[in-house]
Structures are given as C-alpha cells and as structure tokens.
C-alpha cells in the first residue's frame, strides 16, 4: 500500500547570490517516516531543513503539509518540533521548566503542563532529573531535554538538525538506538539532518542524499546502498569501489568492458554504448581474495599493498595495476594474506552495480 505524501518539497530552490543551496529539490515523506537528509558539507542539507521549518524562504517551488501549501506560513504558525544541534536549553531553567517552557507559552494549564512533562520525560527516560540544570546533565541528558521539549505540545512533524553531532562515537551509537525506538513508540513524522552514512541507514525510513544542492537518490536505506544510482552515491555510502570500463562490447553473454587490461563483466541498468564508457561499483564486503570460486564471478590480478586491522574488521588495500587500486573489508576471522601478496581480487558479477556519473 502507497501511502500518501504528508510534506512534500515541490521545486523548491533557494539561492544567496549566484549560489544556488537548493536547486529545484522534490522530496515526498509520507505520515510516520522517519527521513534523513544526509550530504556533505554544502550539500543543502541544512537549507532543506530550515525551509521545512519555516526559517528559510525559497525563490521558487513550494511546500506543502498535509494538503495545505505552507511556504509562506512563518515556523511559529507551522506547529513543528525543531531540535537544534547546539540543544538551545535555558541554562537558569531546571529540566522540568525547560520542557515545561512551550506548554506556558500556549497558556495551558498547570495541570496539563505536569501531566505532559512527566510523560515526556518517561519517553526519553529522564524521570528524575526534574530538578536539575543543564549544566549538571551530560550532553546525551542534555540532547534528551532538548528532544523531550520538541515533543511536549505534541507537534506533528520532528525536525532535527544534526542533534548529535557533537557526542562521542559510544553516545551517539547509544542515542541513536533511543532516538529509533522513540520514533517508533511515538510515530510521529521525523525528518533528521546529518552527513554520517552510519546514522542514516541505521535511523531512516528513507534517506533522501543531498549534492550540490541537487536530489541525488533518495529511496529506503536498502535501496540506497544496494542500487546506488550514481558514483557519487556509491563512494559517498559506505565508500564503494568504483572501476571505469572502456571500450564496452555485447557479447551473447552480456556486456563486457575493459578495466585496464581486464576484461569485466556488467549487467547494465543504464543505457550502455556499444563502444564507450561505463562505471560499475563494487562494495569493500563483496570482493574476496584467492582464486575466484565460480563462473559468476569476476576477478583482477594484482598485490596486498596494505593489511589494517581494527577491531572485528580487516581492512584491505590491493593493487590491480593498471585496473586500479580496490579497497576490502573482511572478517577478522578469515584468513588474510600479508602485505605484498600476489593474489586475485574477486566478486560476484551481480554486486557490480551499474552506476552513471555524477554529472549525468
């Protein structure tokens, strides 16, 4: 079953000057998602967010919420949560008043207001920290405060704005886990901005990639790393390898092409030219070393250059000559050859992904 679009960016573009930080962006995000818009740095990220929230303006398209067009609706009217990367809390305010703080604004009861408090506060897990300041909470406590206040007067859509950016790997991992099952205790719309991969695909209903100011794929987690549309998406989740193939031929077999002076195979998803040029992307966990173990598989020849080991993962770096250098992630479990090992690298035909270039 479709379900029917809740916030809808049609077109939306916003310059300053001849800059262009978004350029005709349509994003769909259906009731009860939970959307990522993730990119680089100047990707327009951040600018898609803040134009959802109403605190940015654009030149052209428009944004509707559920039915209604809202692109000209000031953020104190639209009714959404925002949560700021810098937290934003009052420093001379306890816990429990900063949460509060919203509630009093709109006037509602004392009654009200303690009864939503504590609900919050349970929802984020802070029952008991009513009385304290932020400056006795760590900053995950703190970014809880700051998530808990978004959600007080129940708004209906979430937006975050790289909320944990500046926690430590350990916190995030764990504040990312809270923030998914919030999500989906609550069901409410989040709409999430960062540029870590990790986060996105283990958060997101949908990611939505940002380059340039331009839409470069969006779709579910999955689809996104498995089927990424273009090199850029493939380097830019989960750093794939990507082989340029010249000279591209039919064979009764399917096409072939030229990576240096090996001969690949490629299951086109693309317009191919009989003759010209091609990309395939191939993920660090699907190529293996040693002689390739059936027909499906494709292989270069070449060298271990460079043996890293961290944690559960070795990280491997061989040199295919004149096919170029690929990259390999691998169990630490299996056994792997030492640096200046001449070997092959290998994979399955069928997770060489077609992909255009960036500029197509």
């Known amino acids: 079953m479709v379900k029917r679009s809740f916030l809808s960016l049609e077109g939306i573009t916003k310059r300053y000057g001849r800059h262009a930080a978004l350029d005709s962006v349509d994003v769909e995000i259906a009731r009860g998602d939970f959307v990522t818009l993730l990119g680089p740095s100047g990707s ?3 600018t898609a967010l ?3 929230a109403g605190f940015v303006l654009p030149e052209e398209g428009r944004i509707t919420f559920d039915g209604t067009d809202i692109t000209r609706v000031p953020p104190e009217r639209r009714g959404f949560g925002v949560v700021f990367q810098g937290y934003a809390l ?13 509630l009093e604004v709109r006037g509602e009861s004392r009654a009200a207001i303690d009864q939503k408090v504590r609900r919050v506060l349970d929802l984020v897990q802070l029952l008991g920290m009513e009385e304290r300041r932020p400056s006795m909470l760590s900053g995950g406590q703190q970014q809880r405060v700051a998530i808990a206040r978004a959600l007080v007067y129940e708004p209906p859509l979430l937006l975050l704005d790289e909320p944990l950016s500046a926690l430590d790997r350990k916190l995030r991992g764990e504040l990312q886990a ?12 989040f709409v999430n901005v960062t540029h870590d991969q990790e986060e996105a695909l283990g958060l997101s209903t949908k ?3 940002l380059s ?3 839409v470069a794929q969006q779709g579910s987690p999955g689809e996104i790393y498995d089927r990424p549309r273009t090199a850029f998406v493939a380097d830019f989740i989960g750093n794939a390898n990507v082989l340029a193939l010249d000279g591209m031929s039919q064979t009764q077999h399917g096409w072939v092409g030229q990576a240096g002076t090996s001969t690949l195979r490629l299951l086109p998803l693309h317009p191919v030219a009989a003759g010209g040029k091609a990309m395939v992307a191939i993920r660090q966990e699907a190529i293996g070393l040693g002689a390739p173990p059936a027909w499906d598989c494709d292989a270069i020849e070449g060298t271990v250059i460079d043996v890293e080991r961290i944690g559960p993962v070795v990280r491997v770096l061989f040199d295919g000559a004149d096919a170029g250098l690929l990259r390999l992630s691998m169990p630490a479990t299996v056994e792997t050859p ?3 090992t001449a070997t092959h690298a290998w994979w399955r035909v069928a997770d060489a992904v077609h ?6």
């Open 207 to 209: 990611v939505v990639l």
């Open 50 to 52: 803040m134009a959802i």
């Open 90 to 102: 009052f420093p001379h305010m306890t816990v429990a008043a900063n949460i509060a703080y919203p």
């Open 212 to 214: 340039r100011g331009r």
């Open 338 to 340: 030492t640096s200046g």
């Open 178 to 189: 809270g923030l998914k099952a919030l999500h989906a205790r609550l069901g409410t719309t």
């Open 44 to 46: 327009g990220k951040s």
């Open 355 to 360: 992909v255009l270039d960036e500029r197509s």
